[in-house]
């Protein structure tokens, strides 16, 4: 079983629509939460930190459910230039103290004008 | 500007031949990580290092060689290419604290044919 789980898509929506991803990680031991964005063939990008009382920056949402195991992405009033591949990131310390970043494999969003 | 600089940017060469990807960063940043992307298997972590002579090993660490002579300075050796290592290298850099997620670099495209 992958330590980061997302669904892969594609995610093809409407300008204006409203999308959410799901990700689910196994560690329980995990202990920051992240969305990243990355455009095709570009370096992943960091879009938010996810915290377990939930933030908001704009248009996207992100929560967190540690009993769950479970983080989810929210995107209001989606634009064209939301269309990337959103990768969920979960940090671990490892038993040499080092915190690790594990990636899911991405969730891939197009958004059609 | 603050940044992780990789080069190159693309990199064709032959099985066997040692080459060497660098990353410089000037955030005085301590943590440093390189991972590689393949379609399907997402980011996985080659190598990291916490500090200056401190490196260890990540997921995939199996025909990589690391080097953290300065804190600047993290690049990534291929010894003796295979073509299995044809993929998508990026490398990270980060303060290393709990809640805080990394800086990509632009990545570097490399084929070994």
């Known amino acids: 079983r992958k330590e980061v789980e997302q669904d892969p898509g594609p995610f093809n929506v409407p300008e204006g629509a409203t999308v959410a991803f799901n990700c689910t990680y196994s560690?329980?031991?995990?202990?920051?939460f992240f969305w990243y964005r990355q455009d095709c063939r570009k370096e992943p990008k960091l879009l938010m930190s996810?915290?377990?009382s939930g933030n908001e920056d704009g248009r996207f949402t992100a929560q967190l459910n540690r009993a769950s195991q479970y983080i989810s992405l929210l995107i209001r009033d989606s634009k064209l230039s939301d269309s990337a591949t959103y990768l969920c990131?979960?940090?671990?310390?490892?038993?040499?103290?080092?915190?690790?970043?594990?990636f899911g494999s991405g969730t891939q969003l197009t958004v059609l004008p | 500007e603050a940044q992780v600089t990789q080069n190159p940017r693309y990199l064709i060469t032959v099985t066997g031949k040692k080459l060497t990807v660098t990353c410089s960063q000037n955030?005085?940043?301590?943590?440093m990580s390189w991972y590689r992307q393949d379609p399907g298997l997402g980011l996985r972590q080659i190598y990291y290092?916490?500090?200056?002579?401190?490196?260890d090993k990540g997921d995939v660490p199996e025909g990589y060689k690391v080097s953290r002579k300065e804190k600047r300075n993290f690049p990534l050796i291929l010894e003796s290419p295979s073509p299995n290592q044809t993929s998508l290298y990026f490398c990270?850099?980060?303060?290393?604290?709990?809640?805080?997620?990394?800086?990509f670099g632009s990545g570097t495209r490399l084929t070994v044919v």
């Open positions: 990270a850099s980060s303060t290393g604290g709990r809640n805080y997620g990394y800086t």
């Open positions: 560690n329980s031991a995990s202990q920051s």
């Open positions: 996810v915290y377990s």
């Open positions: 990131v979960v940090k671990i310390t490892r038993s040499s103290s080092a915190r690790q970043l594990t």
């Open positions: 955030m005085n940043h301590e943590y």
């Open positions: 290092s916490m500090n200056v002579e401190v490196t």
